[in-house]
């Protein structure tokens, strides 16, 4: 990413921040982290690690837009794809967590990792985020090859 990338992801991404100016001197001088609410600008669809790295995988086709800002959480085994807001919508399925207006979501700042947070796919500041049916046909695609990969529990 370029420094004009990473400066309108800032602001993009800051912009969430109840006061965007103290957001940013938290990523600069505090601990890297800022809590930011979701529901007016995006919303995250957090969901297992392993689930979301295949499902991260299967959205960097070549016939498919660039995915939206993706974010793991490495101490909590989980990644958090960024959606626009949907007031009606609703995720469903194991391990799925919907965070949507009146959810609070830790975030590092879009140029570096925060400890345990790290971007995978970081704003651009442009307000790109995932298409929710294309995120769900990769979701439903990665989960049925994690079916077959996964051995059975049991005698």
Not at 19 to 41: S, Y
Not at 86 to 96: E, F, K, Q
Not at 122 to 140: F, I, Y
């Amino acid at each position: 990413m370029t420094n004009t990338m990473w400066t309108r992801g800032v602001e993009w991404l800051a912009a969430a921040a109840a006061d965007p100016r103290v957001c940013k001197r938290e990523w600069d001088h505090g601990e890297g982290i800022a809590l930011l609410e979701a529901g007016r600008f995006w919303e995250v669809l957090s969901v297992p690690e392993r689930l979301g790295l295949l499902t991260l995988d299967l959205l960097w086709r070549p016939t498919l837009p660039v995915p939206g800002p993706t974010l793991v959480d490495t101490a909590a085994g989980r990644v958090g794809f960024f959606l626009p807001p949907d007031p009606s919508g609703g995720w469903v399925g194991a391990g799925l967590r919907h965070c949507g207006k009146g959810s609070w979501v830790a975030v590092p700042p879009p140029y570096r990792p925060a400890r345990f947070l790290e971007w995978l796919v970081p704003p651009d500041g442009s307000g790109a985020l995932h298409s929710p049916a294309t995120l769900e046909e990769a979701l439903r695609q990665a989960n049925g090859t994690l079916a077959v990969l996964t051995p059975p529990c049991g005698p």
